[in-house]
């Protein structure tokens, strides 16, 4: 009913654009990735799919190479975390269900538009470590995203390809960019802020 809803209002507010909905991530998946699936603008994804985590689809999408899919976020939460959680997970924006039309329709736009929408609803939540996190170059975030999962130096190095030394190298610029004393305190903020490391598939382990 929800996905309907949605589009139904959305045809008659942005008439510009063809709107296809899914109700779980299986069938998300398929389209978004399928051979002859449509060529897609912008997700608009419902946090909680029944027993399913929507957020579970951002991290399904980091492993497919290309252009990047915006993602809008929609959830009932009204909670930091959780805004903090899906932007750490590569989404674009978060609206509440509680909001009226005009946000969401103001947000999707702005999405689109290439900009981003993350409410602040906890000033204390968002803090210096989700703020710096999300300035580090991709290969940063990747060490310290395998780092808060528990590989270790070695397991890193396979993973991305690179040296024992080099991941060395690349926690000592991390620790002292983000002003945290070692792999326990990275998961330590992270859990505060909400903050959920992306997660890597084909991780190798030893």
């Not at 290309?66 to 590569?90: D, F, Y």
């Not at 990747?142 to 999962?149: K, P, R, T, W, Y």
């Not at 792999?183 to 598939?201: E, H, L, N, S």
Request: hydrophobic share 40%.
């Amino acid at each position: 009913m929800l996905a309907a809803g949605l589009k139904s209002m959305l045809e008659h507010h942005i008439p510009d654009h063809d709107y296809v909905t899914c109700t779980n991530l299986t069938a998300a998946r398929a389209l978004l990735f399928g051979k002859d699936g449509p060529a897609v603008a912008l997700v608009i994804c419902d946090l909680g799919l029944g027993a399913e985590n929507g957020a579970e689809l951002l991290t399904y999408m980091q492993a497919f190479s290309g252009p990047r899919i915006p993602v809008l976020m929609i959830s009932g939460l009204v909670e930091q975390a959780a805004v903090n959680s899906c932007r750490g997970l590569g989404a674009k924006g978060y609206v509440s269900k509680t909001d009226n039309t005009d946000v969401l329709i103001e947000a999707i736009r702005t999405v689109l538009a290439g900009g981003e929408v993350f409410p602040s609803w906890d000033n204390k939540c968002t803090s210096q470590f989700l703020d710096r996190a999300l300035k580090l170059t991709d290969r940063q975030r990747a060490v310290m995203d395998l780092a808060i999962a528990a590989l270790s130096n070695k397991e890193i190095a396979r993973e991305l390809d690179i040296t024992d030394g080099t991941v060395k190298n690349y926690l000592r610029q991390i620790y002292g960019f983000l002003n945290v004393k070692n792999r326990t305190d990275f998961g330590v903020q992270a859990a505060k802020c909400g903050y959920i490391p992306r997660t890597f598939p084909t991780a190798h382990r030893v």
